[in-house]
């Protein structure tokens, strides 16, 4: 059995930028373009597509690809869908592993990969042989939900597969790539502000309390508690008491 690769001291100093530089404002959706840019090197990747998966709904909620001109506006969604559910591509849904980066030929033999639909339907007209892809940990409510998961994809034409070294920078990367993530996400999406009210009435929710607990803790009438909570939902932008929870303060707990 292989043990983790040694990194050079290239290496290192790529790791060291990819993890300090200050990237400045995020796009409208995923991470800095300069960061998949570091990342899409680091591998030795033609390209690398990071992008939000919705596997129940058959669609991307958002999608980047770096270098920018790779991607193909025509590529035939479709197929790619009707391929899914037999390809690498669902193992995080079939598996719940989420952690573990995986290859095409983890599964595949070069033969077997070429003979499949995925290949023949959706790689092979991009000259497509290579996929190393990382899944980064759930993220907080606003984009977390069953199917959903958040990828990057590095993608190589013919030659070389990606090595044990390229997959042991990118495990050591993830911890930090899904930090990059979650901070673009709250400089997006900043977390309203509360009224005095709201947030005694939200931590009492997040003690656990009920609807007439937290009531007859505020001497106030049930539907009042309701209202509140009616309008806490509408603020954050939310539609249960967990989320609500998770958006307020898990989001403090993280800048404190």
Not at 77 to 89: G, I, K, M, Q, R
Request: charged share 25%.
């Amino acid at each position: 059995m292989k043990g983790p690769a040694a990194a050079s001291g290239r290496d290192l100093r790529a790791l060291a930028r990819i993890v300090t530089d200050d990237r400045g404002d995020p796009p409208a959706e995923g991470l800095p373009p300069s960061l998949l840019s570091d990342l899409a090197q680091l591998a030795g990747c033609d390209f690398l597509v990071f992008g939000g998966t919705d596997s129940r709904r058959m669609t991307d909620w958002f999608g980047q690809t770096v270098p920018a001109e790779a991607d193909d506006p025509a590529y035939d969604v479709s197929s790619f869908w009707a391929h899914y559910w037999d390809s690498p591509c669902s193992h995080p849904e079939r598996t719940g592993d989420l952690r573990s980066l995986v290859k095409i030929s983890d599964f595949y033999t070069a033969r077997q990969w070429h003979s499949t639909g995925m290949y023949q339907d959706c790689c092979r007209p991009y000259g497509i042989e290579h996929e190393l892809m990382l899944c980064l940990p759930d993220a907080p409510g606003w984009t977390a939900g069953p199917g959903r998961s958040l990828r990057l994809v590095f993608i190589r034409g013919p030659g070389p597969d990606f090595s044990g070294r390229h997959h042991d920078l990118l495990t050591v990367l993830r911890p930090h790539l899904h930090q990059a993530y979650l901070q673009a996400e709250r400089r997006r999406h900043p977390v309203p502000r509360l009224t005095a009210r709201q947030q005694e009435l939200l931590r009492l929710v997040a003690a656990g309390h009920t609807n007439a607990q937290i009531a007859r803790r505020l001497g106030i009438s049930d539907g009042t508690v309701r209202t509140h909570l009616e309008n806490i939902y509408r603020l954050l932008q939310v539609s249960s008491r967990t989320a609500a929870i998770t958006r307020v303060f898990a989001d403090r707990q993280r800048t404190e």
